[in-house]
C-alpha cells in the first residue's frame, strides 16, 4: 500500500501545492478586505471632517466676494472724483489762465515800452516795440503751459 507510483506521488504533491496556493490566497483575500474595509471607514471619515470645512470655505469665498464688489465700487467713486476733479482744475486753469498771459504781457509791454520811448524818443516806435515785447512774452508763456500740461500727462 506504500507502494505508490510516481504517478501517485505527484498528485500528491499537486494537491498539497494547491491547498498551500488555496490557504494563500485565502489570507491575501482576507488581507485585502481589511485593508479595503479600513479604507471604507479613512474616506468615510474623511467626508465627515471635510464636508463642513468646503461649506464654510464656500460661505468664506462669498463674502470675499462681496467685499470685493464693494471695494471695486469704492474704485470706480475714486476714479470718477478723480475726474471731476482734474475736470474742475483744467476749467479753473483756463480761467486764471487768459488774465494771468494777458497781465503779462501788459507788464511787458509797459516796460519795453517804456524803455524804448526813453531810449529812442519816438513814441510811436515805443508803441511797437511794447506790443511785439508783449506778444512774445504772451507766446513764450503759453509755450510754457503747454510744455507743463504736457509733462503732467506723462
Given at each position: 500500500?506504500?507502494?505508490?507510483?510516481?504517478?501517485?506521488?505527484?498528485?500528491?504533491?499537486?494537491?498539497?501545492?494547491?491547498?498551500?496556493?488555496?490557504?494563500?490566497?485565502?489570507?491575501?483575500?482576507?488581507?485585502?478586505?481589511?485593508?479595503?474595509?479600513?479604507?471604507?471607514?479613512?474616506?468615510?471619515?474623511?467626508?465627515?471632517?471635510?464636508?463642513?470645512?468646503?461649506?464654510?470655505?464656500?460661505?468664506?469665498?462669498?463674502?470675499?466676494?462681496?467685499?470685493?464688489?464693494?471695494?471695486?465700487?469704492?474704485?470706480?467713486?475714486?476714479?470718477?472724483?478723480?475726474?471731476?476733479?482734474?475736470?474742475?482744475?483744467?476749467?479753473?486753469?483756463?480761467?486764471?489762465?487768459?488774465?494771468?498771459?494777458?497781465?503779462?504781457?501788459?507788464a511787458t509791454?509797459?516796460?519795453?515800452?517804456?524803455?524804448s520811448l526813453?531810449?529812442?524818443?519816438?513814441?510811436?516806435?515805443?508803441?511797437?516795440?511794447?506790443?511785439?515785447?508783449?506778444?512774445?512774452?504772451?507766446a513764450d508763456?503759453?509755450?510754457?503751459?503747454?510744455?507743463?500740461?504736457?509733462?503732467?500727462?506723462?
Amino acid at each position: 500500500m506504500l507502494a505508490t507510483t510516481t504517478g501517485d506521488a505527484l498528485d500528491v504533491v499537486l494537491a498539497i501545492f494547491l491547498v498551500v496556493v488555496g490557504l494563500a490566497l485565502a489570507y491575501a483575500f482576507w488581507r485585502l478586505g481589511t485593508l479595503l474595509a479600513q479604507l471604507r471607514r479613512t474616506v468615510r471619515n474623511t467626508e465627515r471632517e471635510m464636508l463642513p470645512v468646503l461649506n464654510k470655505t464656500g460661505g468664506t469665498i462669498d463674502r470675499v466676494n462681496l467685499q470685493l464688489d464693494k471695494v471695486d465700487q469704492m474704485t470706480d467713486s475714486a476714479v470718477n472724483a478723480v475726474s471731476a476733479i482734474d475736470k474742475a482744475i483744467r476749467a479753473i486753469t483756463a480761467v486764471v489762465t487768459a488774465p494771468v498771459q494777458a497781465l503779462a504781457g501788459i507788464a511787458t509791454a509797459i516796460r519795453h515800452g517804456i524803455s524804448s520811448l526813453l531810449t529812442h524818443r519816438d513814441p510811436e516806435l515805443a508803441v511797437q516795440t511794447a506790443k511785439d515785447a508783449a506778444a512774445r512774452r504772451m507766446a513764450d508763456l503759453q509755450e510754457e503751459l503747454d510744455d507743463a500740461g504736457q509733462r503732467r500727462r506723462r
